[in-house]
């Protein structure tokens, strides 16, 4: 079974500051996934990642194969980031039947 | 917009109710699923299926069934509720198309309390 570990559980930052959010897997995927959690449920996917290197607007995830470690990274930080950031990862070939998630960093940012 | 719908957000239901949680997703994918999650357990995979009338077993099956008579349409049905069951739960959905990864789509969760 793979394990999945993220840090840091817990991160403040003042607006404006870059953020950086790590995953670390024990086995070969197929694929990783970055979710974000808002207080209230709803589970939203911002990156499906098997190599490389993603970005969306401030938002970059990138992911060491060799290593089994993917990083989430926030530049110019703002107080609605503020949420759940999860890690999952695919161990069933693409399907997501087998997703394994990390618990979850939560950041707050300050204004 | 890709969209996965819940039926119920909060449900109050009292021990050995049957309890029906509803979930439909309008893009066509072959894949859902209904996950629980609780403080400091993350989230756990109850039940999947890969298509209508299958479905698979997930970590915690217990106590839990699902149908899909439908591709748009994933069930999970409590037979009879008890105060562990108390919890957040998840539908999702994917595509089986992409051999590198297939996004997945939440819906809003439906918080259910059993007293």
């Known amino acids: 079974k793979n394990e999945v570990e993220q840090s840091p559980q817990n991160l403040t930052a003042q607006e404006g500051e870059f953020i950086t959010i790590n995953c670390s897997y024990s086995v070969g995927i197929s694929a990783l996934h970055w979710l974000q959690q808002h207080p209230g449920g709803g589970i939203v996917s911002l990156f499906m990642?098997?190599?490389g290197k993603k970005k969306h607007g401030r938002l970059i995830a990138t992911i060491n194969i060799q290593e089994k470690h993917s990083s989430l990274h926030i530049t110019a930080s703002h107080p609605r980031d503020s949420a759940v950031y999860i890690c999952?990862?695919?161990?069933?070939?693409?399907?997501?039947?087998?997703?394994?998630f990390g618990k979850g960093t939560l950041l707050t940012v300050n204004p | 917009d890709v969209k996965v719908t819940q039926s119920s957000r909060y449900l109050v239901k009292r021990t050995g109710e049957k309890v029906f949680l509803e979930c439909v997703q309008d893009?066509?994918?072959?894949?859902m699923f209904w996950y629980r999650q609780d403080p400091g357990l993350g989230l756990r995979l109850i039940y999947f299926s890969y298509d209508v009338k299958m479905k698979e077993k997930g970590d915690i099956p217990e106590g839990y069934s699902v149908s899909r008579e439908k591709k748009e349409r994933f069930s999970l049905i409590l037979e009879s509720a008890s105060t562990n069951q108390t919890s957040m739960y998840l539908c999702?959905?994917?595509?089986?198309?992409?051999?590198?990864?297939?996004?997945?789509?939440f819906g809003e969760g439906s918080w259910l309390t059993v007293v």
């Open positions: 893009m066509d994918h072959e894949n």
């Open positions: 999702a959905s994917s595509s089986d198309r992409g051999h590198s990864g297939n996004t997945i789509y």
């Open positions: 999952a990862v695919d161990s069933s070939g693409g399907s997501n039947y087998k997703l394994t």
């Open positions: 990642l098997s190599s």
